[in-house]
């Protein structure tokens, strides 16, 4: 807009000038004055328009790849890219990977439907961005959730872990915040490269809280 006001301006003036310097008339100089102006006046917002159609195509591209589409979480891709992003911004030492599976959620799928299967992800990954703000959270498979976080010491992960087991553990009157399964592992160093074994171990904790009914979350270290 400044642009165009400036260009706006010098067009003004040089008509003025013709008028009162050069006694040209208005209907001689609209042969001129009215295109300038068109330009002056179009120019400006075709770019922005231009500009803000390639700015919401970059961030749906990303967010496409990036983003889970149901639940809004990252999805494997995103989460890899997130943690290399927050391993660039701060100097936090020690990483906690958790794999997370729904009970049941194939018959669940089968006796309520699928439109009751999507929301019963949604608020399950509602719940997860609610008790674990910080966190790094996406959705990696069907039911499948990891959550990542990281922090400066392994005494400051103390509070995710008893965080993800008040989410899913029957401690209570009534079902948990979340029906199922969670695995851990805590590693004393985090890393892009690392990433891969934590995942494998979280997910083979995983696996170990299935197999035992009373046991709800399994816990190791890398």
Known sequence: MAQAAFALTIVVGYAVEAVVVHGRSLLDLYIFIAPAVTVIASLPTIIQVLIEFGR???????????????????????????????????????????????????????????????????????????????????????????????RRSPDALTG?????????????????????????????SVSPSALNDAIAIADAALYEAKRDPANYVAHTGL
């Open 56 to 150: 919401r195509g970059i961030g749906q591209v990303y967010t496409e790849r990036n983003r889970d589409q149901l639940t809004g979480l990252y999805n494997r891709h995103g989460i890899r890219q997130a943690f290399r992003t927050v391993l660039r911004k701060n100097d936090q030492n020690v990483g906690l990977v958790a794999m997370l599976d729904l009970d049941r959620f194939k018959e669940y799928n089968d006796a309520h439907g699928h439109l009751a299967g999507d929301t019963r992800l949604r608020i399950t990954a509602d719940t997860l961005k609610a008790a674990l703000s910080d966190a790094l959270i996406g959705r990696v498979g069907g039911d499948e959730f990891i959550v990542i976080v990281t």
């Open 160 to 188: 995710i872990i008893d965080a993800l087991r008040a989410l899913v553990s029957r401690t209570g009157v009534g079902p948990p915040p979340i029906e199922g399964r969670v695995g851990i592992c805590t590693a004393s």
